[in-house]
């Protein structure tokens, strides 16, 4: 079955950095855009950063500059980065690996990130 499984989150002081990891499994990696959405306390799930099978990157703007998005198709990897740097207070949430094909659609469960002093 198809599993994407988050890692990385955690606390981390403001001008932090922290990378999270995405792992697939069950899906031709390769075929999917991948994205990672966030959702912190009282508020909607919100579009960080997505990446295309070809590699194409969009950021939403209040991570433009701070956060980069990647990839590694390789079989032995199958995984989605978010490097995020500069890290303030509002990044704090849950935040959602998602892998899209045509009209398939399927989510993790989520990592907390946490950034605070």
């Known amino acids: 079955q198809v599993q994407l499984v988050e890692s990385g989150g955690g606390l981390v002081q403001p001008g932090g950095s922290l990378r999270l990891s995405c792992a697939a499994s069950?899906?031709?990696?390769?075929?999917?855009?991948m994205g990672w959405y966030r959702q912190a306390p009282g508020k909607q799930r919100e579009l960080v950063a997505t990446?295309?099978?070809?590699?194409?990157?969009?950021?939403a703007d209040s991570v433009a500059g701070r956060f980069a998005i990647s990839r590694d198709n390789a079989k032995t990897k199958n995984t989605v980065y978010l490097q995020m740097n500069s890290l303030k207070p509002d990044d704090t949430g849950v935040y959602y690996c998602?892998?899209?094909?045509?009209?398939?659609?399927?989510w993790g469960k989520g990592t907390l990130v946490t950034v605070s002093s």
């Open positions: 998602n892998a899209k094909f045509v009209a398939l659609d399927y």
């Open positions: 069950g899906i031709t990696f390769s075929f999917y855009s």
């Open positions: 990446i295309t099978s070809e590699g194409n990157t969009n950021y």
